[in-house]
């Protein structure tokens, strides 16, 4: 009878937020479009409940350009900057992963945009390069409120200014580039107007310390953040690493404590054993609980000197070996 389907609507309009949102995770992306359609109050709750995704993690959020390979006679020579954007969300629990599916696959729905893929706890996207800030401004008008622990971006402005704009805070940045392309120091500044904006306590990045004047960059960030993981360059013949320990010294002393100079990937040492002993002399003048890591070319050790653990572990199947100085109360 009609009357029992309106009592019935109305009995679930009134249902609490939560116990709403358990009965919609139970839907489909299809019933829960069809469900918007049923009214205008339950198409404002389902609105408000699931499209805004709020007080919801992604504990991983990844921007970064597409890459295509080139392929010359039947054989990939080199990688090709592309078009196109790749956006991966990494949800941490099955409620959230809905929310999130159901949220983006709307958005998408409305900007005309190709829908998402999904592989476990990992929703996929590849748009537009050029439509990166289009999309982000529309997933922030349904997500506020929810929280990112970790983003990594590509250092292009077309990824980068959009997520300035988007992000009001974050714990971890990891700024990437493409293996053995040089890192570009005119997105230096936007990338510090970056950091002071979201707050993070620990970035992750890459610079050509070598080919150009990074330094001032790499001390900068040291003053905003208190973990810094970064790969310097390697290094050649026409362009030499040039002495880092002044370096290290000048970015321990600032806001900085964690330092680590290593890159897995790299054959070469990141610091030589005499910069280790001058280090550990520098911490203790220093009076600051220091952690620092580096890739060194010496033999594997474990000792204690002063108020510092000192190890040089095996690196996996690099030639260097992985140095650790921790203070002792760390």
């Known amino acids: 009878p009609s009357h029992l389907l309106v009592h019935l609507s109305m009995d679930f ?164 580039r493409w293996r053995g392309e040089m890192a570009m120091p005119s997105i230096y500044p936007m990338f510090i107007d970056f950091i002071k904006k979201v707050q993070p306590n620990e970035v992750l990045c890459q610079v050509e310390l070598q080919k150009n004047d990074s330094a001032p960059f790499v001390l900068e960030l040291a003053d905003l953040v208190k973990t810094i993981n970064i790969s310097l360059g390697e290094g050649d013949d026409v362009f030499p690493l040039p002495d880092v320990f002044p370096l290290i010294c000048d970015m321990l002393s600032r806001k900085c404590d964690t330092l680590d100079l290593c890159d897995y990937n790299q054959p070469i040492a990141s610091i030589k054993a005499t910069d280790a002993e001058r280090l550990i002399q520098y911490f203790h003048h220093l009076g600051k609980r220091i952690n620092f890591n580096a890739s060194i070319d010496m033999e594997l050790l474990r000792t204690v000197i002063g108020n510092y653990e000192v190890k040089v572990d095996d690196n996996r199947d690099n030639p260097t070996n992985y140095l650790k100085i921790r203070h002792l109360d760390i």
């Open 13 to 176: 309009l009134s249902l609490p937020e939560h116990a709403f949102g358990v009965v919609c995770s139970f839907c489909n992306d299809k019933s829960l479009m069809t469900l918007r359609e049923v009214s205008k109050p339950v198409k404002d709750k389902v609105d408000k409940l699931i499209l805004n995704i709020k007080r919801t993690t992604v504990s991983h959020l990844e921007i970064e350009e597409c890459m295509h390979s080139v392929i010359d006679h039947g054989i990939s020579t080199y990688q090709q900057r592309g078009e196109r954007a790749s956006i991966n969300f990494r949800i941490g629990t099955r409620r959230n992963f809905h929310l999130w599916k159901i949220g983006l696959n709307y958005v998408l729905s409305k900007l005309n945009m190709e829908r998402i893929k999904q592989n476990a706890w990992e929703i996929e996207l590849n748009i537009e390069l050029g439509n990166v800030r289009i999309f982000l401004d529309h997933v922030k008008s349904h997500s506020k409120g929810a929280e990112y622990n970790s983003l990594a971006l590509s250092e292009l402005p077309e990824i980068l200014q959009p997520c300035l704009d988007f992000f009001d805070n974050l714990k971890k940045i990891y700024m990437r």
